[in-house]
């Protein structure tokens, strides 16, 4: 089982997936970073990630690998990130088999009718939840 989390920027939201991921998940669990840049990158895996790539060739390839897909929702639109997520990169993330679970953060321009203003902490929360229940985990305990 390969968990991708994308990021892009800083990869400071990337960062805060990984480590609650790997505070959550057994370690055979592998998680894989991809970033639309090297500091983020870098960032993501200093949370403790398996292995990361940057860049869009890297992260085209690279999400073959994976099952389940974790991100803000803003890796499925084209030049988020000011302009650091490709159109090609969104497209790749989008239509890749992998299952995607996106936390809905605000982004300029996309608004989310109908979608709870939740806390980013709750929001990773409520995505572990998720995570775990899709590989049969039990419920952590708290």
Do not use: W, Y
């Amino acid at each position: 089982m390969i968990i991708a989390v994308i990021d892009g920027m800083g990869g400071s939201i990337g960062h805060q997936i990984v480590a609650r991921l790997r505070e959550n998940l057994p370690e055979e669990i592998e998680i894989m970073v991809l970033a639309t840049n090297a500091v983020a990158a870098s960032n993501m895996m200093k949370a403790g990630a398996n292995r990361g790539a940057s860049g869009e060739n890297a992260l085209k390839f690279s999400l073959k690998k994976a099952d389940i897909i974790v991100g803000p929702i803003s890796i499925v639109i084209p030049n988020s990130f000011m302009g650091e997520l490709t159109p090609k990169m969104a497209e790749s993330i989008a239509g890749c088999n992998a299952e995607k679970i996106l936390l809905p953060l605000s982004h300029p321009h996309v608004n989310l009718i109908g979608v709870e203003q939740i806390p980013l902490p709750h929001l990773m929360e409520k995505a572990v939840k998720l995570i775990r229940k899709k590989l049969s985990l039990k419920e952590a305990k708290q």
